[in-house]
């Protein structure tokens, strides 16, 4: 079993910053990228930002110069740092985990974490 469990969401106010955790458990032997999306009420799932193993990264238009990813990887733990937050950024945001499952690539997701961005 393999366990995905994100924290660090709650409600800020504009231009403020929250940090997002996400660790993984269990039997899982081998990461790759890990990531996070965000979904919106309405509005179509989206990927956030990525990052691979090496640590490249990538992000969305929408997030650049404000969010920024990284990882540990002795500790299978993914952050987002997210600043200057804007009211569009409200969302349930999802961490995601690349690896394997029965030798078949498999992307495990976590249950979501709640951001809001209000005055």
């Known amino acids: 079993q393999v366990q995905v469990v994100e924290s660090g969401g709650g409600l800020v106010q504009p231009g403020g910053s929250l940090r997002l955790s996400c660790a993984a458990s269990?039997?899982?032997?081998?990461?790759?990228?890990m990531g996070w999306d965000r979904q919106a009420p309405g509005k179509q799932r989206e990927l956030v930002a990525l990052?691979?193993?090496?640590?490249?990264?990538i992000y969305a238009d929408s997030v650049k110069d404000r969010f920024t990813i990284s990882r540990d990887n002795a500790k299978n733990t993914v952050y987002l740092q997210m600043n200057s937050l804007k009211p569009e950024d409200t969302s349930v945001y999802y961490c995601?985990?690349?690896?394997?499952?029965?030798?078949?690539?498999?992307?495990?997701w976590g249950q979501g974490t709640q951001v809001t961005v209000s005055s």
């Open positions: 269990g039997s899982i032997f081998s990461i790759n990228a």
């Open positions: 990052i691979s193993s090496g640590g490249s990264t």
């Open positions: 995601s985990v690349d690896s394997s499952r029965n030798g078949i690539p498999f992307r495990y």
